[in-house]
């Protein structure tokens, strides 16, 4: 099993701030890595697949990179909408998600 | 307008046999792949399994021995049984449409089974 490990758990951020979240797997998953967006309450949203392609209706705020074993979702400037739990995952053998992050309000 | 509606027991007792279904709205059936993905309470996510139109499924290894996921193409459905479940089968269940080549790409509401006695 590819184990994907998120840091930071949590940060403590303000809005307008650029925020860089990071993902690392356990192996190779080639650009096989998606992030979601997760709010109280409500389902998981795709933000970014392959990576880097913002999936539709994505702000262009919301960008990824990386490949191989090293991937980072960056928010440029942070949005009140954006506060949410993000997590990775990866469809490279399976799939697996990371643990999340947490974005909260400074 | 694309729609997951999803269905099924809110409470279980140990060793009984969780089973949800989701009905599919606007979107072809036959040209997506349909998934199952769980998030107990405060934790993190777990892919359960997935199946195409023709019955096609592959599971997450740790749940195999007790997961099953069928379809029935006729109403546009798919449905997955976990038998002899346990307390840490508590979770909020969702049904997701994912392509082809393994992008979960939209999500059901959810819906929460509690395991208790």
């Not at chain 2, 999803?6 to 046999?17: C, R």
């Not at chain 2, 499924?57 to 069928?70: A, D, G, H, M, Q």
């Not at chain 2, 006729?74 to 508590?90: I, M, R």
Request: net charge neutral.
């Amino acid at each position: 099993e590819i184990v994907l490990t998120q840091s930071p758990g949590t940060l403590s951020v303000s809005p307008g701030e650029r925020v860089t979240l990071s993902c690392g797997a356990s192996q190779s998953v080639s650009s096989y890595l998606a992030w979601y967006q997760q709010k109280p309450g409500q389902a998981p949203r795709l933000l970014i697949y392959d990576a880097s392609n913002r999936a539709t209706g994505i702000p262009a705020r919301f960008s990824g990179s990386g490949s191989g074993t090293d991937f980072t979702l960056t928010i440029s400037s942070l949005e009140p909408e954006d506060f949410a739990v993000y997590y990775c995952q990866q469809r490279s053998n399976w799939i697996t998600f990371g643990q999340g992050t947490r974005l909260e309000i400074k | 307008q694309m729609q997951l509606q999803q269905w099924g027991a809110g409470l279980l007792k140990p060793s009984e046999t969780l089973s949800l279904t989701c009905a599919v709205y606007g979107v072809s059936f036959s040209i997506y792949h349909w998934s199952w993905i769980r998030q107990p309470p405060g934790k993190g996510l777990e892919w359960i399994g997935e199946i195409n139109h023709s019955g096609c499924t592959n599971y997450n290894p740790s749940l195999k021995s007790r997961v099953t996921i069928s379809v029935d193409t006729s109403k546009n459905q798919f449905s997955l049984k976990v038998t002899y479940v346990t307390a840490a089968d508590t979770a909020v269940y969702y049904c997701a449409r994912m392509t082809t080549d393994g992008i979960i790409d939209y999500w059901g509401q959810g819906t929460l089974v509690t395991v208790s006695s």
